[in-house]
């Protein structure tokens, strides 16, 4: 997807708001083309201004955000180790053409459908998930392996400290707890056999809304 296609994308989600001064005004539901074009019911003859777009855009929630820079959503929340970890993982893809092409020939047979079926099945199986046949925690490796080889093209030398807690995940011989675990699965675990087809509703409650009330604290 280029430039051009993702603004054709984002103009037909639907709006959210029209903020004026300091109030957001409910426009749920509506077109950013009529907004525009002036032809919005709640500002008849008034067009988009620049905020408007910029407004719009952060209420878009793809996998990747296009702002000034690339917004990585998928890996919002984690450990802070893990967390830290996602910039060296990034750079190491993006930084180094070589990485980028590895990559992109690692992902680029999979089908739109495979994608979406990928996106459904990791919150419920985490690296046991399976796309184009194959297990989403071999490909990890891979992905871990080309970033590395990135970082270290980049960067003159390998910087282990930054990339070390990712490289926990058992696809490239470690694990954690000594078992073939990982966050997700850990995450998972206490659910049972339910966890394996859908997250309850109360899982999501203690694992995500807990959490944040904990941040609260």
Not at 189 to 202: C, D, F, I, T, V
Request: charged letters at 25%.
């Amino acid at each position: 997807m280029g430039f051009e296609r993702y603004v054709d994308y984002a103009i037909d989600v639907p709006l959210y708001f029209v903020k004026r001064g300091e109030t957001y005004h409910d426009v749920a539901g509506a077109s950013f083309r009529d907004l525009l074009d002036g032809k919005l019911a709640k500002f008849s003859g008034e067009r988009a201004i620049l905020s408007d777009w910029a407004n719009h855009l952060s209420t878009i929630f793809p996998e990747v955000r296009l702002k000034r820079y690339l917004e990585m959503r998928g890996a919002d929340a984690g450990p802070l180790p893990l967390l830290t970890a996602l910039p060296a993982l990034f750079a190491g893809l993006f930084y180094e053409p070589s990485s980028l092409d590895a990559a992109w020939d690692l992902v680029k047979p999979w089908s739109a459908e495979a994608r979406e079926k990928l996106r459904a099945d990791v919150p419920c199986l985490g690296l046991e998930a399976i796309v184009s046949g194959r297990r989403l925690r071999e490909i990890a490796g891979e992905v871990l392996n080309i970033a590395r080889a990135g970082l270290a093209s980049a960067t003159g030398a390998t910087p282990r400290a930054a990339m070390k807690p990712i490289f926990w995940i058992p696809s490239i011989g470690s694990s954690l707890d000594g078992q073939k675990r990982n966050a997700s699965s850990k995450t998972i675990k206490p659910y049972g056999a339910e966890a394996s087809n859908q997250l309850s509703k109360n899982a999501f409650t203690e694992v995500f809304v807990g959490a944040a009330e904990g941040a609260t604290k």
